[in-house]
């Protein structure tokens, strides 16, 4: 399977960038990924330059310019929710199976072995109390079609949720709530496995995400997962 590679990134996240994308091109067989797209919402031109040093590196650019002072403010929540946008818009002009990964990711191994490519899409699920289901940290487009449907619906589910609940983040409750609507093949894997909050061996790829013990970019910087590859590559 031929596939690319999607991610978003605004200049407060130009560090979790540059750790992707040399993480990704160490760690990781690319042979099968067509372009790396970063979708620019609001990179410094010296970070594009730096971005597009690699390889089959494509920095995607929107018009968008979103900022963030805290933790699920405005510019965060448009930053976020615009994922899965430019996903669908990538699926139309290009046709081809799309991986979709969240920026603040450092990749410690391949795993395009891990997609079963008969499935429609991939998600990375979650066994952890009081969180949704899934996250939208990974996702996989396999069958384009179907792909190409479910994000439009899971695009209006993120809008409903944030019209109807008083949730701080409603990506990832969106994206449950619209696999337990459609009729789809999904396969699930792992937070542990794909998208790592605390990894261990097992793990594929490490999220540096928000939360109650790294509020801040330069905490999540300073996890003791993340300082290895920061020394080598920041």
Request: net charge negative; proline share 3%.
């Amino acid at each position: 399977m031929r596939y690319n590679i999607l991610t978003v990134a605004n200049e407060e996240y130009a560090e979790f960038g540059k750790l992707f994308l040399n993480s990704l091109f160490e760690n990781v067989d690319l042979r099968r990924a067509e372009k790396i797209l970063v979708y620019d919402t609001g990179l410094s031109g010296s970070t594009v330059e730096y971005y597009n040093y690699f390889p089959k590196v494509e920095v995607v650019q929107t018009g968008a310019n979103y900022r963030s002072g805290e933790i699920h403010d405005k510019g965060w929540k448009e930053n976020t929710y615009s994922k899965t946008k430019y996903l669908l818009e990538s699926l139309e002009e290009s046709g081809l199976p799309t991986l979709m990964v969240d920026s603040d990711c450092i990749f410690a191994s391949s795993f395009d072995d891990l997609i079963d490519e008969k499935t429609d899409i991939v998600v990375c699920s979650r066994d952890r109390e009081g969180f949704s289901k899934h996250i939208g940290s990974f996702f996989g487009a396999i069958n384009i079609e179907k792909s190409k449907d479910f994000l439009s619906k899971w695009i209006k589910n993120v809008e409903l949720l944030q019209n109807t609940t008083e949730m701080k983040h409603c990506e990832s409750p969106a994206l449950s709530k619209t696999i337990d609507e459609e009729s789809i093949v999904v396969q699930e894997l792992p937070e542990q496995l794909i998208s790592a909050v605390f990894p261990d061996n097992t793990s594929r790829a490490y999220h540096l995400k928000s939360d109650y013990y790294a509020t801040t970019i330069e905490q999540r910087l300073s996890l003791p997962h993340s300082t290895p590859f920061r020394k080598r590559y920041l």
